[in-house]
């Protein structure tokens, strides 16, 4: 995560006339900067500005319609449905009740080990319990570009709700919500807290650290023994008279029993986690709980090809039910795997087209024109490159020959990363206030938004706990946390 400056914010004064004398009092500050300031203070005692400038702050949250209310809400208890049936299709699949090229698709560049641990009877119904889906608002509707089962933008969501709630905005999830959600992972039925819980956070993850910090902070401000923990802070023991061990964290507040920990790592990055295979081997003996669970099929961006490949659209609707189905497939783009494989000369990869003309063949697009790439390339998963939008590439926005050179990095890389093409679809332009810190000024700008709505479960109850808009400049191809975006949590209408 990047950062802005610690020495506090140039916020500009209402007063546009010469700059006042020495001995002069400060004109005083208007509303618009008055808000920043506010917001930039609850930033910093976060310790999410620092160093340099991350992003921009805007007086105001991001401006929802009743319209986007109602998507959102809805949205939350799809995607809970998608999951489950996901993890369903994938298992019937190693099973042999569904096609076998399902869980193969899937398994492809896995450790062995690592999927014969996810599959064990013990985990078969566990799934991700936190869900951020990427969204873009389109001139015709709502666009998933992908979802993430291990999302980053908690705690800077989380501290964004409570700046600005504390301004008195009505705020999608509300002001609270971020914790509230999170806090609910981690409670039994009757809604107690059940334990210790241990925030892991990998080096891989770093820049994450401050926040998830700010999250266990706030957790224990709440009445909850939670701790964000290095997996060094980590130890194992063996109870007497038995043969598993129990896991206790190193904290300020001396060294303590877990009972839950969020796994706030990347799979791929499994080996260079010290004591992952003891943290997993406690978890498998069900000494402690970990989410997101440990199923790297949970965690693939080609899932949105599975939901749209036309042999699984009978397991879809009976698993989903048919409105869901209909719903997510008019959400999610149409979403292809890169398979070098040939196809039977009978054959066409479905529903891809290039003029107008099916295709059989991925290389057939590597001499296809600007116009005709309007699509986007990037790892499907369990790869350093498939998060942060470090793997994604624009199809029309980079000349022909790169455009084949990815292609066929993405072909080659099929055994071990595969990669997924998948339509691009334009945001629409909002404009938006911030407050420029180059010239200490409040600015204007007119960029495009990506919404991160936040869902936590608990059982099969869905909340909503806030959207984080990242609204970037409208020249931007790839909508992500960069320095010249505007990051705001998403304001309920108003009345």
Same mark, same amino acid.
């Given at each position: %995560?990047?950062?802005? +400056?610690?020495?506090?914010?140039?916020?500009?004064?209402?007063?546009?006339?010469?700059?006042?004398? @020495?001995?002069?009092?400060?004109? +005083?500050?208007?509303?618009?900067?008055?808000?920043?300031?506010?917001?930039?203070?609850?930033?910093? @005692?976060?310790?999410?500005?620092?160093? #340099?400038?991350?992003?921009? *702050?805007?007086?105001?949250?991001?401006?929802?319609?009743?319209?986007?209310?109602?998507?959102?809400?809805?949205?939350?208890?799809?995607?809970?449905?998608?999951?489950?049936?996901?993890?369903?299709?994938?298992?019937?699949?190693?099973?042999?009740?569904?096609?076998?090229?399902?869980?193969?698709?899937?398994?492809?560049?896995?450790?062995?080990?690592?999927?014969?641990? &996810?599959?064990?009877?013990?985990?078969?119904?566990?799934?991700?319990?936190?869900?951020?889906?990427?969204?873009? !608002?389109?001139?015709?509707?709502?666009?998933? $570009?992908?979802?993430?089962? =291990? !999302?980053?933008?908690?705690?800077?969501?989380?501290?964004?709700?409570?700046?600005?709630?504390?301004?008195?905005? &009505?705020?999608?999830?509300?002001?609270?919500? %971020?914790?509230?959600?999170?806090?609910?992972?981690?409670?039994?039925?009757?809604?107690?807290?059940?334990?210790? *819980?241990?925030?892991?956070?990998?080096?891989?993850?770093?820049?994450?650290?401050?926040? %998830?910090?700010?999250?266990?902070?706030?957790?224990?401000?709440?009445?909850?023994?939670?701790?964000?923990?290095?997996?060094?802070?980590?130890?194992?023991?063996?109870?007497?008279?038995?043969?598993?061990?129990?896991?206790? &964290?190193?904290?300020?507040?001396?060294?303590?029993?877990?009972?839950?920990?969020?796994?706030?790592?990347?799979?791929?990055?499994?080996?260079?986690? +010290?004591?992952?295979?003891?943290?997993?081997?406690?978890?498998?003996?069900?000494? *402690?709980?970990?989410?997101?669970?440990?199923?790297?099929?949970?965690?693939?961006?080609?899932?949105?090809?599975?939901?749209?490949?036309?042999?699984?659209?009978?397991?879809?609707?009976?698993?989903?039910?048919?409105?869901?189905?209909?719903?997510?497939?008019?959400? %999610?783009?149409?979403?292809?795997?890169?398979?070098?494989?040939? *196809?039977?000369?009978? &054959?066409?990869?479905?529903?891809? $087209?290039?003029?107008?003309?099916?295709?059989?063949?991925?290389?057939?697009?590597?001499?296809?024109?600007?116009?005709?790439?309007?699509?986007?390339?990037?790892?499907?998963?369990?790869?350093?490159?498939?998060?942060?939008?470090?793997?994604?590439? =624009?199809?029309?926005?980079?000349?022909?020959?790169?455009?084949?050179?990815?292609?066929?990095?993405?072909?080659?890389?099929?055994?071990? #990363?595969?990669?997924?093409?998948?339509?691009?679809?334009?945001?629409?332009?909002?404009?938006?206030?911030?407050?420029?810190?180059?010239?200490?000024?409040?600015?204007?700008?007119?960029?495009?938004?990506?919404?991160?709505?936040?869902?936590?479960?608990?059982?099969?109850?869905?909340?909503?706990?806030?959207?984080?808009?990242?609204?970037?400049?409208?020249?931007?191809?790839?909508?992500?946390?960069?320095?010249?975006?505007?990051?705001?949590?998403?304001?309920?209408?108003?009345?």
């Amino acid at each position: %995560m990047a950062h802005v +400056p610690a020495t506090g914010p140039v916020i500009p004064h209402c007063s546009e006339t010469a700059a006042p004398s @020495a001995l002069s009092p400060a004109p +005083p500050l208007c509303e618009e900067s008055r808000r920043c300031l506010s917001v930039h203070h609850a930033l910093q @005692a976060a310790g999410l500005f620092e160093s #340099t400038p991350a992003w921009r *702050v805007s007086p105001v949250p991001f401006q929802l319609t009743a319209q986007d209310v109602s998507f959102f809400e809805r949205l939350g208890p799809q995607l809970w449905s998608f999951s489950k049936a996901l993890n369903r299709l994938y298992l019937d699949s190693v099973k042999g009740k569904q096609p076998f090229w399902v869980h193969q698709y899937l398994d492809q560049g896995k450790p062995p080990a690592l999927l014969e641990y &996810a599959r064990m009877k013990r985990f078969r119904e566990a799934v991700p319990h936190v869900i951020r889906p990427d969204v873009i !608002p389109t001139e015709t509707g709502m666009t998933i $570009t992908e979802l993430d089962s =291990v !999302p980053g933008g908690i705690g800077m969501t989380g501290t964004l709700s409570s700046a600005y709630g504390a301004l008195g905005d &009505a705020l999608a999830g509300g002001a609270d919500g %971020m914790i509230d959600g999170f806090a609910t992972l981690f409670r039994d039925r009757s809604g107690e807290d059940v334990g210790c *819980v241990a925030i892991v956070v990998s080096d891989e993850a770093e820049d994450y650290r401050n926040e %998830m910090d700010w999250v266990a902070c706030r957790l224990r401000a709440a009445g909850a023994d939670a701790y964000c923990v290095h997996p060094r802070d980590l130890r194992f023991t063996e109870d007497e008279g038995s043969l598993s061990p129990a896991l206790f &964290a190193r904290t300020p507040s001396g060294e303590r029993p877990v009972s839950h920990v969020y796994r706030f790592f990347e799979l791929f990055d499994l080996d260079n986690i +010290p004591k992952s295979e003891l943290l997993m081997y406690t978890a498998k003996k069900g000494r *402690v709980s970990v989410t997101p669970p440990y199923k790297p099929w949970m965690e693939e961006k080609l899932a949105f090809a599975l939901l749209h490949h036309p042999i699984l659209e009978g397991f879809w609707s009976d698993a989903l039910g048919p409105d869901v189905f209909d719903s997510l497939r008019g959400v %999610m783009p149409k979403t292809w795997i890169v398979d070098p494989r040939p *196809v039977p000369p009978s &054959a066409i990869i479905p529903d891809l $087209t290039l003029d107008g003309k099916a295709v059989s063949d991925w290389r057939q697009l590597a001499h296809a024109t600007q116009k005709q790439r309007q699509c986007v390339l990037k790892p499907s998963g369990f790869s350093e490159l498939a998060w942060g939008s470090r793997g994604v590439v =624009v199809g029309h926005d980079i000349p022909q020959s790169a455009w084949a050179a990815k292609l066929e990095h993405a072909l080659d890389s099929f055994s071990s #990363t595969p990669y997924v093409f998948q339509a691009f679809h334009k945001g629409r332009s909002y404009e938006m206030t911030y407050w420029d810190e180059r010239t200490g000024q409040l600015a204007s700008m007119e960029g495009r938004a990506r919404l991160s709505p936040y869902y936590f479960v608990s059982g099969d109850e869905v909340t909503l706990g806030g959207i984080l808009a990242t609204v970037c400049p409208k020249d931007k191809k790839v909508l992500h946390g960069m320095r010249d975006a505007i990051l705001a949590p998403c304001a309920l209408p108003t009345r």
